[in-house]
């Protein structure tokens, strides 16, 4: 999430959370919804995750085609777009035709992207692409089968021009639906979403720079021919993650940081038949980083389940933009906020104190009789407290200072 840095003490200090604080989010009842959700600022959006089949990539090189699978499954038919006239018969077909769902790796991996012949560069799965014009035009005929059984045929018959074009109808040809999903209209949006049957354009989706993780609930194949949907959380663009598992919480910190969209997922919790309800994973961690470069971490604390769908975590920012918020809990300033002077109570013999502003830029510095500090010069603000142990040891605090 872009952020434009305030020089107002007020306001910067508004945007930057102390400690570890806790919060919840509900997808309601049956998972029914998902949740945008931002560590400076919370839940950005909660919103209906029932009222949409297909999601059409809306980046300008951008031609991936995403599906709800809670709302209906899509399989490859035995046509091609030359054969649109010819009535489908699904009869036994649903065993034999490819079902198609979503990669949870990358936002790019669609239901729908996924090539015919693997060998073909220019096949991007429900179309081919010309390299002279640079149009797609659509290859393939779909199946969707819908959560009550009934079935629409459908072919993107192109992308030219930021503009998909869409056709669908009854098995038979009746009923025949022509739509189309115009880039340009969804700004700083990833996806727009159209629902099928009722033939609408949903815009349902924050601007982009506005939210990291997204909680929702999704399907996918657990084993061969096995699909299942699971509650969990993927990733924004640009957003990286960190999974720590087998360390305390409490003292864990991020190691390597990975960029495929399901790091967070789903397996941050199990299902307990003997209580039939969800334990929460012991000595496992997550550290987000945002495109900011600020680091999150977040630890989930309980999930109520499909009753509510309530998902309870912490959270607590530890580092701001590359900057350490705190290093260990050896280190004690108070009072804080202050307006004078600054005490230091440090578990080990201090060399030195310096004190930075927030762009890094050094402000104090005192190396004897460092139980305390004067801070009194200084400009209202937030301020890093870094002490510095004879043996080479160091803990950092961010100290506010209120006149």
Not at 165 to 191: M, W
Not at 305 to 328: C, D, L, M, R, W
Request: glycine share 8%.
């Amino acid at each position: 999430m872009k952020r434009v840095l305030l020089c107002s003490f007020g306001l910067l200090a508004s945007a930057l959370t102390f400690g570890q604080t806790s919060d919840m989010v509900s997808l309601g009842a049956g998972y029914s919804n998902e949740s945008y959700y931002s560590f400076e600022n919370g839940e950005v959006i909660n919103v209906d995750n029932q009222n949409w089949h297909l999601a059409f990539d809306l980046s300008p090189f951008g031609s991936t085609i995403r599906l709800n699978r809670k709302q209906a499954e899509l399989y490859d038919s035995d046509q091609m777009v030359a054969d649109w006239g010819t009535t489908i018969d699904t009869t036994g077909q649903f065993t034999v035709w490819n079902q198609h769902i979503n990669g949870y790796d990358w936002w790019s991996e669609g239901a729908m992207d996924a090539a015919a012949d693997g060998s073909n560069q220019l096949d991007l799965g429900w179309g081919d692409y010309n390299t002279v014009t640079h149009q797609i035009l659509g290859s393939r005929i779909f199946v969707l089968k819908f959560t009550n059984g009934d079935c629409k045929k459908i072919v993107i018959e192109s992308l030219i021009g930021g503009v998909y074009s869409i056709k669908h109808a009854d098995l038979d040809g009746s009923n025949e639906v022509i739509q189309t999903v115009t880039k340009s209209d969804y700004s700083d949006r990833h996806f727009a979403y159209y629902h099928v049957l009722n033939n609408t354009v949903e815009d349902r989706e924050p601007s982009n720079d506005s939210w990291e993780i997204v909680f929702t609930n999704y399907v996918l194949e657990l084993a061969p021919n096995y699909y299942s949907g699971v509650t969990g959380a993927s990733h924004n663009s640009g957003v990286t993650v960190s999974k720590v598992s087998g360390v305390p919480v409490a003292t864990s910190t991020y190691n390597t940081w990975d960029t495929t969209i399901n790091t967070i997922g789903y397996d941050w919790k199990v299902f307990d038949f003997a209580t039939f309800s969800y334990n929460i994973v012991d000595s496992l961690s997550y550290f987000i980083q945002t495109e900011d470069g600020d680091i999150w971490k977040l630890i989930f604390t309980d999930f109520e389940g499909s009753a509510n769908g309530n998902i309870h975590f912490t959270k607590e920012q530890i580092e701001y933009a590359g900057i350490p918020v705190y290093e260990g809990a050896n280190l004690e300033v108070y009072p804080n906020p202050t307006n004078a002077l600054l005490y230091i109570n440090y578990a080990h013999d201090v060399k030195s104190v310096t004190i930075t502003d927030m762009n890094g830029q050094l402000v104090l510095e005192k190396t004897v009789n460092i139980s305390s500090i004067d801070v009194s010069t200084l400009e209202e603000g937030i301020y890093l407290l870094r002490v510095q142990s004879q043996s080479g040891q160091s803990s950092v605090k961010r100290v506010v200072i209120q006149h």
